[in-house]
């Protein structure tokens, strides 16, 4: 009999660095086998063997780890046996990792910094290099160096880079934990003299960050940690590592910010300057204090480099600006080869779009300006001073832009296609999902989808990728579009951590996490505030959903707390704080009162079109743009937290404290459970007491009103149908279009087909338009846009243009389209239902979706008067089939063929 396959360690195979003392192993079942019914893990850490023996039970994913406890920077090893229906397995191929620097006292090595004297203005601080030499007198037998820093770095020994990480150490709560990178440089270290170097700058930590383009927001210097462990083939081991006799330069890049971009003079750099024997002019480092965030590895997979793009056009509107068309949108950056002759300017502005003229590029920011280091310079523009022809091309390896097009102004020549190349850099995450069906716009729009999920993430999960680059938590409603298209499991676990990490005591979850300001981004410039609801619920929909997708109740566990302290809080604001309009209303409250959360500042359904109207509270004034967009701001704020943003919060409150039951059941906490429960009962009764008529009718007529009272099980049982019917009429009254804002878009098509509405879930799917999804096609877009209509007709902008609001059709083409869904209770799709719903004319449709027992395969169609669908279960998994015409089955492990006559009478098929 075949072995499991596919070990893995907490979220990745083979880690290299992790600090995890105990960790936990996953594994796939043999193929051929329905089910696990004991497992045996042996292996070794160092030269002490162990063996778990045989252990009754069918888990086999986030095993615990049974053997000893490793020591820092040892490897452990391990093999995997199974007990199965078929029988006895062969062991496992093994799987290896190591450990990190596990104790605080194993780094010897020290915090430096550069000689930097007078911090420059943010945005124009450069990047600076730094160097240590060390030597060696035996053979090499392994080495291993550890690196992260308060900053970006990139690190080198003997003048090559170690590596392919991006952007490390990535962003993280740095107040809380430093992440660090291991590197294998076996086969880097020579005998005789070494030298490490570093490139540090800003990044995340100092740079300027999220709308408030604030800097300094963890600290007010870049530091340095680097320790290399080199293992001799006599058994000592040589150390070395930063310390005070490094030292620091400034190299070619003279500023570099992780939002506005990179500034290099090529002339400048230091030929070998991470070499043995590098001169120049070298200043001491300034050793730097120990934080007190812990250092420790991350679950997440790295940032990297993902693809390179060729231009599809260049065009020369006039003379010196060319403007590079790479086709797509993304995220990531621009290799330039051509720089022109030595000592030529060149700017580089990256932007989403066109102006509709298409002689300039669309910035936000208004167009960038030639001025060598003036604020003027713009968000998301580089400059560079070429070294002239053969010297090196410029690729700016400390900045991301999100971009399709960048123009190049200064450049005297023609920009040959084959010198420019667009750089996608994103977080590593593993493609989880594919579709394909009868209509090419459906297959291409999933393809969009799949850019603006990977554009959106690069260590968090940024909201968009121009002009705020946070990691805002409407994760909590994109999330479950994600996961379908990659393996989002580490990422969301990282980022939870960061969540919790800068959550305030009172259970406040801030607007994105991390958030480099902390207490401050309360009063700093363009302040909202925190804790507004369908965010701040992240805390509790995105541990949910990643159990939900991957069944790792471990995470669970850990952000119980950070989930209890959430929903505690808004218990707490609704049981003391009364809006004012209803409390004129009703000078008594009603006893259900306690329940409703309506006060505080909302975001409400953001950027619903067409929104109804709302009476202004007495007092309070419309805002209008000013010039003082300080003042806009603050009138902004006060003017959405006078608003009654009730039936909107509390349908969160509810969702919330529903699934933390729920949370609380998984985890054995049985009396969480049912307290939770009962308070989401509370909460349910109350939304229906004021937001259900007697009649009822919902007092707040909105699409999305109607679809979170059906989505989330707020209207009465009975009542489901009149709503859904009542949901659809406000769609035939908006013109056969949505209605809908981001938190609510992801509901939309599901919600519809799930309650009797299949005929228009498809119309509004297939329609074309202003405000639709396939205006995204009709209008040259390459990924989903914060706006409905982020680009119009006439090529003309709005908001971002990489936002997964609306990527979230890939729900509705995987779940209703191919018809394959996750049990509701029962994670990682060890339980899944196969109901295919066909419409909108198509004649098959197909997915693929590699879940964590392993790969799935869906494909139905429709010829000559019947229906097949074809079904591959994986091993350890069961599926329920239910058939278009209602016929149902179940299906165990293995390739599974249904059939029925007939063409269902809503397939749209003549």
Known sequence: MSAPTDLRVEHRPAPLGLTERAPRISWRLPPGTAAQRAYRIKGGAGDRPWDTGWVTSDRSLFVPYGGPPPASREEVRCAVQVRTDAGLSSWSAPIRWETGLLDRDDWVAGWIGPAEGAVPPAGFRPAHHLRGGFTVDRAVARARVYATAQGLYELFLNGERVGDAELAPGFTAYRSHLHVQAYDVTGAVRRGANVLGAVLSDGWFRGRTSYHRLPDGFGDRTALLVQLHVDHEDGTTTVAGTGPDWRSAVGAVKAADFFDGVAADLRDEPPGWSAPGAGGDWDPVVPRARPAARLISSPAPPVRRLQELRPVAITRPRRGRHIIDFGQNLGGRVRLADLGPRGTLLALTHAEALLPDGRDVSTASGQATLRWYEPARGVQTDLVIS???????????????????????????????????????????????????????????????????????????????????????????????????????????????????????????????????????????????????????????????????????????????????????????????????????????????????????????????????????????????ATDLDSFTAAVVEEMTGRDHAAFATAYFHRSARLLARIAGVLGRAADADR???????????????????????????????????????????????????????????????????????????????????????????????????????????????????????????????????????????????????????????????????????????????????????????????????????????????????????????????????????????
Not at 462 to 476: H, P, S
Not at 826 to 835: D, E, G, L, N, Q
């Open 387 to 625: 070294g002239g022809p053969g010297g090196p091309a410029f690729e700016p390896r400390h900045t991301r832009h999100g971009f399709r097009y960048v123009q190049v102004d200064g450049h005297p020549g023609e920009i040959a296609a084959e010198s420019a190349v667009a750089v996608a850099v994103s977080s590593d995450l593993p493609r989880t999902g594919w579709f394909r069906c009868s209509d090419p716009r459906l297959e291409r729009l999933h393809e969009i989808a799949y850019w603006t999920y990977r554009n959106q993430a690069c260590d968090v999960p940024t909201a968009e990728i121009t002009r705020e680059v946070a990691g805002w938590t409407d994760f909590g409603w994109n999330i479950r579009g994600a996961l379908l298209l990659n393996d989002v499991s580490g990422l969301s676990a990282k980022w939870l951590a960061d969540l919790a990490a800068d959550q305030w005591p009172d259970g406040t979850v801030r607007n994105y996490a991390p958030d480099p300001l902390g207490p401050a981004s309360t009063t700093a410039r363009f302040a909202i505030p925190h804790g507004q609801a369908g965010f701040g619920d992240a805390a509790v929909t995105v541990p949910w959903e990643t159990w939900r997708a991957y069944g790792d109740d471990g995470l669970l566990d850990r952000q119980y707390a950070s989930m209890t302290a959430w929903v505690e809080r808004v218990a707490r604001i609704a049981r003391t704080g009364r809006h004012p309009g209803r409390r004129a209303a009703r000078p008594v409250p009603a006893p259900h009162e306690a329940f409703l959360w309506d006060t505080g500042y909302h975001f409400g359904e953001h950027l619903e079109p067409d929104p109804p109207r709302r009476p202004v509270t007495p007092g309070r004034r419309r805002t209008t743009w």
């Open 676 to 910: 939770y429960g009962r308070l989401a009962g509370s909460v349910r009764a109350a939304w229906q007491a004021e937001f259900v008529t007697p009649g009822g009718a919902l007092t707040c007529d909105t699409q999305a009103t109607h679809l979170r009272a059906l989505a989330y099980d707020l209207v009465p049982e009975e009542l489901r149908p009149r709503t859904a019917a009542r949901l659809a009429e406000l769609i035939r009254a908006a013109g056969t279009r949505p209605g809908t804002g981001l938190p609510t878009t992801h509901l939309l098509l599901p919600v519809l087909a799930d309650n009797g509405h299949l005929d228009l879930a498809y119309e509004l799917l297939l329609r074309h338009g202003s405000r639709s999804w396939m205006s995204v096609l009709d209008n040259g877009g390459t990924t989903f846009w914060e706006t409905w209509d982020g680009i119009a007709p006439d090529g003309t902008t709005m908001l971002a243009l990489n936002m997964p609001t609306r990527a979230s059709v890939v729900e509705f083409l995987h779940g209703h389209v191919a018809g394959l869904r996750p049990a509701e209770d029962v994670p990682a799709y060890r339980r899944f239902r196969v109901a295919p719903q066909p419409g909108g004319g198509l004649t098959h449709a197909e997915v693929t979706y590699d879940c964590p027992y392993g790969r799935i395969e869906v494909a139905w169609r429709l010829a000559d008067g019947r229906f097949r669908l074809d079904v591959t279960v994986p091993p350890g998994t069961t599926a329920e089939i239910v058939l278009p015409g209602g016929a149902r089955a179940e299906a165990g492990p293995g390739s599974h063929t249904f059939a029925e006559p007939g063409v269902p009478a809503d397939s749209g098929v003549a």
